[in-house]
């Protein structure tokens, strides 16, 4: 069946990955479906003839047909299975690129434009929306085309035995079929709310799980129980229209053709055969073919209908991965050569209310820097800044000279790696945790495990072991420790840590940050609020912030002359 180009450009990706390096399973899908309509009309013709032999008593006519009868049987068989076999693998194929495609695509948003996004929509799309694709589109492509083929062979066999009842046959056929087409509309636009309410449905069951041990510690499961029962009320509801909609459009189609055709044609046919016009198995042949049109006519508009929903979805899917697409821009080589220099920044999360005010500094390849500050100072929002997570900033944030915002993000991720508060963990191995699933040199691998104070777990629970999901299976310590060891064995040039080492006791804390300090060639930028003075020392330059501006800035015992802020964080960690 030829493909219509879709609306929407960006969608055209995904209908060629269903077809691509899958033509050959698709042609040969589509050929056996069309060899296997022909099987419904001669086995209509073979009811007729053993009712015509019957009515002649002719033995030898009857052995006949029964040895054509197992011939067409066999064959059929063997047609059956050939045709299912290929319209599986075919989409299974199709299915597997299509589902790589987007995921493909997603990975390639920046952290940027993905942070701005609800993952719920992701899950959705990827899951009940897929399942959909699969059911209306791909498989119905073909039932689609046997039911046509079906529908016309059906007449034309009429056409051939009695032109009169064939022509009341497509008279009669024409009133369900108006009313199916045009009930099919409305089919279209509940399967497209069902994916919607779904979309909203995930998100909401994603925040509440996601927040159960919240929810347990204020005692609120009856609010969010309140919150549950309405999303599923409201994607079930949803669902319930589509399927009434369904109900009564294959209600409409069935009773109009049931009794307006089939019975029409039955006593019209009877009529004829009292007439001597048609011979009784003529009758029973065009009663049996009734079925073969009023068939495609129950099923062609609701199948056409869900094809259009299912493409629908489709669109749907190549917006939602073509939003907030990440920005292309200038590839920088992944090494710091210069400076990374910030002029007057100032940042925002919300207009009016800015984080980070009039925030001007210059980070030198291979120096360390701590940033140091009270809650809600712009500690982190700044680290996240320099991972180019925002860039509605005002001033210039630039990487040896080239501007932050025009900057290729694959290449600035190559330059920088950030090691954040919060840590993610796979359900995979401590080892494939590490490593992030590729090949490394054993050797590399454990400098990062000792350097990041992981030889203990190691030794104790070996690197095959499984931190479950998001890493349950560790201790907040230990999943830090894997989350540093990943970091280091990626060796970035420029490595940002934003509390790195909160989970930490003191013991190691101390230890990891220390072998951090002492790692040569990197640029390191240290958001802290251990200010232990053999570690403070080590600091080229120690940032002070204040309320999203830069209050001081020095060495460790400079500042700690001026007696200024840093003297006072200092003296009250003492």
Same mark, same amino acid.
């Given at each position: 069946?030829?493909?219509?180009?879709?609306?929407?450009?960006?969608?055209?990706?995904?209908?060629?990955?269903?077809?691509?390096? !899958?033509? /050959?399973?698709?042609?040969?899908?589509?050929?056996?479906? =069309? #060899?296997? &309509?022909? %099987?419904? @009309?001669?086995?209509?013709?073979?009811?007729?003839?053993?009712?015509?032999?019957?009515?002649?008593?002719?033995?030898?006519?009857?052995?006949?047909?029964?040895?054509?009868?197992?011939?067409?049987?066999?064959?059929?068989?063997?047609?059956?299975?050939?045709?299912?076999?290929?319209?599986?693998?075919?989409?299974?194929?199709?299915?597997?690129?299509?589902?790589?495609?987007?995921?493909?695509?997603?990975?390639?948003?920046?952290?940027?434009?993905?942070?701005?996004?609800?993952?719920?929509?992701?899950?959705?799309?990827?899951?009940?929306?897929?399942?959909?694709?699969?059911? !209306?589109? /791909?498989?119905?492509?073909?039932?689609?085309?046997?039911? =046509? #083929?079906? &529908?016309? %062979?059906? @007449?034309?066999?009429?056409?051939?035995?009695?032109?009169?009842?064939?022509?009341?046959?497509?008279?009669?056929?024409?009133?369900?079929?108006?009313?199916?087409?045009?009930?099919?509309?409305?089919?279209?636009?509940?399967?497209?709310?069902?994916?919607?309410?779904?979309?909203?449905?995930?998100?909401?069951?994603?925040?509440?799980?996601?927040?159960?041990?919240?929810?347990?510690?204020?005692?609120?499961?009856?609010?969010?129980?309140?919150?549950?029962?309405?999303?599923?009320?409201?994607?079930?509801?949803?669902?319930?229209?589509?399927?009434?909609?369904?109900?009564?459009?294959?209600?409409?189609?069935?009773?109009?053709?049931?009794?307006?055709?089939?019975?029409?044609?039955?006593?019209?046919?009877?009529?004829?055969?009292?007439?001597?016009?048609?011979?009784?198995?003529?009758?029973?042949?065009?009663?049996?073919?009734?079925?073969?049109?009023?068939?495609?006519?129950?099923?062609?508009?609701?199948?056409?209908?869900?094809?259009?929903?299912?493409?629908?979805?489709?669109?749907?899917?190549?917006?939602?991965?073509?939003?907030?697409?990440?920005?292309?821009?200038?590839?920088?080589?992944?090494?710091?050569?210069?400076?990374?220099?910030?002029?007057?920044?100032?940042?925002?999360?919300?207009?009016?209310?800015?984080?980070?005010?009039?925030?001007?500094?210059?980070?030198?390849?291979?120096?360390?820097?701590?940033?140091?500050?009270?809650?809600?100072?712009?500690?982190?929002?700044?680290?996240?800044?320099?991972?180019?997570?925002?860039?509605?900033?005002?001033?210039?944030?630039?990487?040896?000279?080239?501007?932050?915002?025009?900057?290729?993000?694959?290449?600035?991720?190559?330059?920088?790696?950030?090691?954040?508060?919060?840590?993610?963990?796979?359900?995979?191995?401590?080892?494939?945790?590490?490593?992030?699933?590729?090949?490394?040199?054993?050797?590399?691998?454990?400098?990062?495990?000792?350097?990041?104070?992981?030889?203990?777990?190691?030794?104790?629970?070996?690197?095959?072991?499984?931190?479950?999901?998001?890493?349950?299976?560790?201790?907040?310590?230990?999943?830090?420790?894997?989350?540093?060891?990943?970091?280091?064995?990626?060796?970035?040039?420029?490595?940002?840590?934003?509390?790195?080492?909160?989970?930490?006791?003191?013991?190691?804390?101390?230890?990891?940050?220390?072998?951090?300090?002492?790692?040569?060639?990197?640029?390191?930028?240290?958001?802290?609020?251990?200010?232990?003075?053999?570690?403070?020392?080590?600091?080229?330059?120690?940032?002070?912030?204040?309320?999203?501006?830069?209050?001081?800035?020095?060495?460790?015992?400079?500042?700690?002359?001026?007696?200024?802020?840093?003297?006072?964080?200092?003296?009250?960690?003492?």
């Amino acid at each position: 069946m030829s493909q219509k180009t879709p609306k929407n450009p960006a969608a055209r990706q995904y209908y060629r990955a269903f077809y691509q390096n !899958n033509h /050959l399973r698709f042609v040969l899908a589509m050929l056996l479906t =069309v #060899l296997s &309509f022909p %099987g419904n @009309l001669i086995g209509s013709w073979l009811l007729g003839e053993v009712i015509d032999v019957v009515a002649a008593g002719d033995l030898d006519w009857l052995r006949r047909t029964l040895v054509f009868t197992v011939i067409f049987l066999v064959v059929m068989f063997l047609t059956s299975v050939g045709m299912y076999w290929t319209k599986s693998s075919f989409t299974y194929k199709a299915l597997t690129q299509y589902k790589s495609l987007a995921f493909r695509n997603l990975s390639e948003k920046s952290i940027s434009a993905f942070s701005r996004e609800n993952t719920g929509r992701y899950i959705s799309v990827l899951t009940n929306d897929v399942n959909s694709v699969e059911e !209306n589109y /791909l498989k119905r492509t073909f039932l689609l085309v046997y039911h =046509v #083929l079906l &529908f016309f %062979g059906s @007449l034309g066999m009429m056409f051939w035995y009695s032109p009169i009842l064939a022509t009341a046959t497509i008279v009669l056929s024409l009133f369900p079929l108006a009313g199916a087409l045009l009930m099919g509309k409305e089919l279209a636009a509940r399967e497209k709310a069902v994916s919607d309410k779904n979309e909203g449905f995930v998100a909401q069951l994603k925040e509440l799980l996601s927040g159960f041990a919240v929810i347990k510690s204020f005692k609120a499961e009856g609010e969010a129980q309140r919150m549950f029962d309405a999303s599923n009320r409201d994607v079930e509801e949803g669902k319930r229209r589509r399927y009434w909609w369904e109900c009564l459009l294959t209600a409409v189609s069935q009773v109009l053709c049931a009794e307006a055709l089939q019975f029409g044609i039955f006593f019209l046919g009877a009529f004829l055969a009292i007439r001597g016009d048609i011979t009784a198995g003529t009758v029973l042949i065009f009663v049996n073919l009734c079925n073969f049109v009023i068939q495609p006519i129950n099923v062609i508009p609701q199948y056409w209908a869900s094809r259009k929903a299912a493409q629908a979805l489709i669109d749907k899917l190549a917006q939602v991965t073509e939003e907030n697409a990440g920005r292309t821009g200038e590839a920088i080589p992944p090494v710091l050569n210069q400076a990374i220099a910030l002029e007057n920044v100032t940042f925002g999360y919300e207009p009016d209310k800015p984080v980070l005010r009039d925030v001007s500094l210059r980070l030198e390849p291979g120096k360390k820097y701590a940033i140091v500050g009270g809650s809600g100072s712009g500690k982190s929002t700044l680290l996240n800044l320099l991972m180019g997570a925002y860039d509605s900033y005002d001033g210039s944030i630039t990487i040896d000279g080239r501007e932050l915002r025009e900057v290729n993000p694959d290449s600035l991720y190559d330059l920088m790696s950030l090691i954040g508060q919060s840590v993610f963990l796979f359900d995979d191995t401590i080892r494939g945790n590490i490593t992030m699933f590729r090949e490394f040199p054993d050797q590399l691998v454990e400098d990062a495990v000792n350097r990041s104070g992981l030889s203990e777990l190691l030794a104790q629970r070996g690197e095959d072991y499984r931190c479950g999901e998001n890493g349950v299976g560790l201790s907040g310590g230990e999943r830090q420790r894997v989350s540093i060891a990943r970091c280091l064995l990626r060796g970035a040039p420029v490595l940002l840590l934003d509390e790195a080492t909160a989970s930490l006791d003191n013991q190691t804390a101390f230890a990891v940050t220390d072998a951090i300090l002492h790692l040569d060639g990197l640029t390191r930028v240290v958001v802290t609020h251990r200010l232990e003075e053999t570690l403070m020392a080590q600091y080229d330059e120690i940032i002070v912030m204040r309320n999203g501006q830069v209050q001081e800035r020095g060495t460790f015992r400079r500042l700690m002359d001026e007696k200024g802020l840093f003297y006072s964080l200092f003296t009250l960690a003492a």
